[in-house]
């Protein structure tokens, strides 16, 4: 027992906030790329969540395409749409006032979630997790842990480690954070910045549509799956800090445990505990944890 708790109750808590910190820290992950390089307030980042688990499913409804095909190909299919999204509107924004760009980004996820909730309405579809990790379920002791959330746990943090590799430690993510600096003196030295910034806005999208193909046989796929997690993501890159990659793999993990410690102390605390987290970061440190004072 801790604290009047069954340390198997506590534990089992711990690994559902853990699996809930996956999602976070993909979706954070994200639009912390988007708004670090790009200082765009992605604002479209559920809804593209959302395109992710839709195009998976219905590329396996209509063409047959299965999970392990469709985790490669829905994230190119997203990103690509998040390319020509950039290329043809967001692009026109960048020397206006972020406001601007976080209002197109407002828009653009109401008129997808419309969409998809004109074709498919309201109510949740099936996704099945492919028959490889759906049985046994792997026994940790404190709690019997099916296979494919262990795999979600395990697909997060190796997406997650090898984004913060490819910005922080190649030549390719130092040529893309000059560009957010100084991008006439990047592009003095012959660097395209423009089909850089494109091509990191559709990185982005395509993280958020991986992670839609996670989620998918996780939760119902719903027109309004996005919208109810994205003001939680927001959250997590206001604490981790906006802009910064380990900010965002960190807290994402660190508030879902938090959630799942909070669902065993005080339940009725669960679904604030995030944005309570976040207003004490924002009083003592409004950069954020891992963020920049300006």
Not at 155 to 164: D, E, Q, R
Not at 170 to 185: F, I, Q, S, V, W
């Amino acid at each position: 027992m801790i604290f009047g708790v069954p340390l198997q109750a506590l534990l089992g808590q711990l690994m559902l906030g853990l699996i809930n910190g996956s999602f976070y820290a993909l979706l954070s992950l994200g639009l912390a790329v988007i708004f670090g390089l790009l200082r765009v307030i992605n604002f479209a980042h559920g809804a593209q969540f959302m395109l992710g688990a839709f195009t998976a499913l219905l590329l396996a409804k209509h063409l047959g395409i299965g999970y392990w095909f469709a985790l490669v190909l829905v994230p190119l299919l997203v990103g690509l749409f998040g390319v020509i999204i950039e290329r043809t509107m967001l692009s026109r924004l960048y020397k206006l006032d972020h406001l601007y760009g976080l209002l197109f980004t407002f828009g653009l996820a109401l008129t997808i979630e419309g969409t998809f909730r004109y074709f498919f309405g309201s109510s949740g579809l099936p996704y099945s997790a492919p028959a490889a990790l759906q049985s046994p379920p792997v026994n940790l002791g404190f709690m019997v842990l099916p296979r494919y959330r262990a795999w979600v746990i395990v697909a997060s943090l190796i997406v997650c480690l090898a984004t913060w590799v490819l910005i922080e430690k190649t030549k390719l993510g130092a040529y893309l954070r000059a560009a957010t600096e100084n991008p006439t003196l990047v592009q003095a030295f012959g660097v395209n910045v423009p089909l850089l910034l494109t091509l990191t806005y559709g990185f982005g999208v395509a993280l958020a549509a991986l992670a839609g193909v996670l989620a998918a046989p996780v939760y119902q796929v719903s027109p309004l799956m996005g919208s109810n997690l994205i003001i939680v993501v927001f959250a997590v890159v206001v604490v981790g800090g906006m802009g910064s990659i380990m900010g965002a793999i960190v807290t994402g993990y660190a508030l879902g445990l938090a959630e799942g410690l909070t669902k065993v102390f005080y339940p009725e605390a669960s679904n604030i505990v995030i944005f309570v987290i976040m207003a004490i970061v924002l009083i003592l440190r409004p950069a954020g944890l891992f963020g920049k004072e300006a």
